[in-house]
């Protein structure tokens, strides 16, 4: 007896949508108890190893109340049908019943179906078949009502169930009996299927591997649980769900095959449809999650150039055989290609189109695409093989046909107004492109256009604001005994610019105002209210007043005539040198880091005195302070910003700490430039992300410099 079953035309009877919710088909299997009785004597005559386990090992022939009593079988609920006899006679006419048993380790509930054997051979006259089906989700119900109701619905599925018995003394293990329901699912009159191996509703589609395992579990004589496709008599195909158990006489010896079928086609397809829509959800998922991912990376990049390379290496993996971004100037010519290949042995052939252009310059569907002045849906096309060799170089030609040739797509990359370039995959197959790739890469195109132009749009305002903010530092004008060094570099990490700012000013006096500053912001306005701060720190000081008084006049300015938000600096006036050498430094720190002095001994000190609130915070007069300091011969003075030492991921005060101890190390003698690029080189450990002023002032008698 060997078969199963799993699709459902029309027309099909309630077993199909409720049996898994009655019972499990493994559990069935093997913890399904099967009966064959007698019910002229009410004797158990035959049995599975089962309802064998489930008695305690009761030997057979035994009367179905010792049975009962052995199993601990018992109604499941308080109804009439409390003793053996009244479950018997219940089972006799064919009406099922919940029971349970009281045996420890046997819990949960189940539906006792009985169904005398009519029309079976003479030897299985008066012969009753007592199956016990566990019931899925049913142990101890705290709601008796809503529980009965629940039986009754399993009572109505149990009676749509097939079932089948088999003889394996006979040869090929023939079908001997079938009930009604089977009839009904298959489409076969009983005499057409009694004689007969239940392989017959099997098919073309029909696994051979569960075939397999039935065929393997009877022949152990242990029960098993499939489910297969079948087909009923008129051909139409459904899904079988198939138990079949061993009945045992009292020898021990299997003298029939108890079958239990149910077709269970629906529950088949409403679980396809239902991996059908979570693959579906799954791909919109991995689509929208690669978009994002690589329109992250794009918008990271502040550079055209860099978003043009990366691009390719983010599109290979994903779409085509190779691709290729076509970066155009300004005039719409191609200056800058950018490829990638999914096989990166093909990097060789991706450099020649990187360096010869020619495939690109009188390619027909890239010069289309970039002269289109609206919107158009890109379609992928067959590659036109036969007229490359008049539209490339032989170099090109040879690294094309290498790298694959069936079909492309060609994709705008579109900024605001104009074409930024194009996007070039290509499929060594021909048809490659389906229509969620298609949606896919002309998306990435319209993305990445306008992370593009963004770019480059970004990089223009950079590089102005660079050159405004440049133009508007000084050029240091030497003082004589001062050795004087200067840096400003732009943050590694962004395009902007900030308000950084430094200043050497020899004053009327003979002595030499030297400042650093840092205005708020990250833009042309924060270069601007640079330069306007400058200049008045620089008239303040040729005016003759005091580190208090200009900071006081600059605070003032700013907060009257709003030339900045905030801004901090650190101005210091350097006297003459006394006859030893020696200078007085007087200065006064807004808001910004203390400076350091490099003793000529290798010590370093924190002019961290005179600390007042950064210029445009204060809302009252107060009086500004200032501290004094001596820079002695070969001592040196170094002002910077914060972006020198700030690092996001490491704490300012280490970073401080840090710089004082490496600058105590740095070679004595060293002119103030070599000073200037070891701390530069001491404090390059990362990505800064603010711009960066250094001011170094070494106290040489007798010198005149700066650089």
């Known amino acids: 007896m060997t078969q199963h079953a799993t699709s459902s035309p029309a027309g099909t009877t309630p077993s199909t949508m409720v049996l898994p919710d009655l019972v499990d088909p493994v559990q069935a299997a093997t913890g399904g108890a099967v009966l064959l009785l ?8 035959d049995a599975n190893r089962v309802a064998s386990r489930l008695a305690g090992g009761m030997g057979i022939p035994s009367s179905f109340g010792s049975w009962c009593t052995a199993a601990g079988i018992i109604p499941a609920f308080e109804t009439p049908q409390s003793t053996p006899e009244a479950i018997f006679a ?33 030897h299985l006259a008066d012969r009753a078949l007592l199956v016990l089906l566990p019931i899925a989700g049913l142990d101890e119900p705290s ?25 394996p003394t006979l040869p090929d293990d023939p079908l001997i009996w079938v009930n009604p329901a089977f009839c009904e699912v298959t489409g076969y009159t009983a005499e057409e299927v009694l004689g007969r191996n239940c392989r017959f509703l099997q098919g073309p589609g029909t696994d051979p591997g569960a075939v397999a395992r039935i065929r393997a579990a009877i022949e152990a004589g242990e029960a098993v649980g499939e489910t297969l496709l079948n087909h009923r008599k008129d051909g139409t195909p459904f899904w079988n769900q198939v138990v079949v158990s061993p009945v045992h006489d009292e020898q021990g010896r299997i003298t029939h095959h108890v079958g239990i079928q149910a077709d269970v086609t629906e529950r088949i397809h409403a679980e396809r449809r239902h991996v059908l829509e979570l693959d579906e959800v799954n791909r919109e998922n991995q689509r929208l999650s690669l978009l994002a991912t690589i329109t992250q990376a794009l918008v990271d990049l502040f550079d055209e150039d860099s978003g043009a390379a990366l691009l390719p290496e983010l599109v290979a993996p994903h779409f085509g055989t190779w691709c290729a971004v076509v970066v155009v100037d300004d005039t719409g010519e191609p200056r800058l290609v950018h490829g990638a290949a999914r096989d990166p042995e093909r990097a060789a052939d991706i450099a020649v189109l990187e360096r010869s252009h020619r495939w690109v310059r009188e390619s027909p569907s890239v010069l289309h695409v970039l002269s289109a002045h609206h919107s158009q849906v890109p379609a992928p096309f067959p590659v036109q093989v036969d007229t ?12 094309l046909e290498r790298l694959g040739l069936g079909s492309a797509l060609v994709v705008p990359l579109r900024g605001r107004d104009r074409h930024t370039g194009v996007l070039v995959v290509v499929s060594e197959d021909e048809d490659a492109f389906s229509g969620d790739d298609l949606h896919d890469i002309v998306a990435l195109g319209a993305r990445a256009g306008l992370a593009l ?6 990089h223009r305002e950079h590089e102005a604001a660079l050159t405004l903010q440049r133009s508007l530092l000084p050029e240091i004008v030497a003082a004589p005994g001062l050795d004087c060094a200067t840096l400003y570099d732009p943050a590694s990490d962004g395009a902007d610019v900030g308000g950084d700012w430094y ?16 205005v708020v912001g990250h833009d042309v306005r924060a270069a601007a209210s640079m330069g306007q701060l400058r200049s008045v720190i620089r008239s303040e000081a040729w005016s003759g007043r005091s580190p208090a008084e200009v900071v006081s006049g600059m605070d003032e300015l700013v907060r009257g005539l709003g030339m900045a938000d905030i801004a901090t600096c650190v101005f ?117 992300e603010d711009d960066t002023c250094l001011l170094v002032v070494r106290n040489t008698p007798g010198s005149d410099g700066a650089s």
């Open 143 to 167: 709601d008796r009502d809503n529980s009965l109701d629940g039986l009754q619905m399993r009572a109505a599925v149990a009676s749509h169930l097939s079932f089948t018995i088999s003889d």
């Open 572 to 688: 210091a006036l350097v006297d003459l040198p006394d006859e030893h050498g020696s200078r007085r430094i007087t200065y006064t720190r807004s808001g910004h880091p203390a400076p350091l002095l490099l003793r000529v001994d290798g010590t370093v000190e924190h002019l961290d005195g005179a600390l007042t609130t950064p210029i445009g915070v204060s809302t009252i007069h107060e009086e500004v302070p200032q501290a004094e300091a001596v820079l002695h011969p070969g001592d040196v003075l170094v002002l910077f910003t914060d972006g020198l030492v700030e690092r996001r991921d490491r704490p300012l005060r280490a970073q401080l700490e840090n710089l004082a101890t490496c600058a105590g190390e740095i070679e004595q003698g060293m002119d103030a430039a070599g000073i200037r690029d070891a701390i530069v080189e001491v404090c390059a450990d990362g990505t800064r």
């Open 38 to 45: 007698d019910t002229a004597s009410q004797m158990v005559v």
């Open 503 to 518: 200043d050497v000013v020899p004053l009327p006096t003979g002595r030499v105002a030297v400042t650093v500053g840092d």
């Open 388 to 399: 490359l060799p008049s539209r490339t170089t032989p170099e090109e030609l040879a690294a």
């Open 453 to 458: 132009d963004n770019a480059r749009l970004y």
């Open 90 to 122: 219940a089972l006799r006419e064919g009406r099922g019943i919940a029971v349970r048993s009281t045996r420890r380790g046997q819990d949960g509930v189940s539906w006792a179906v009985g169904l005398p054997l009519v029309g079976a051979p003479d």
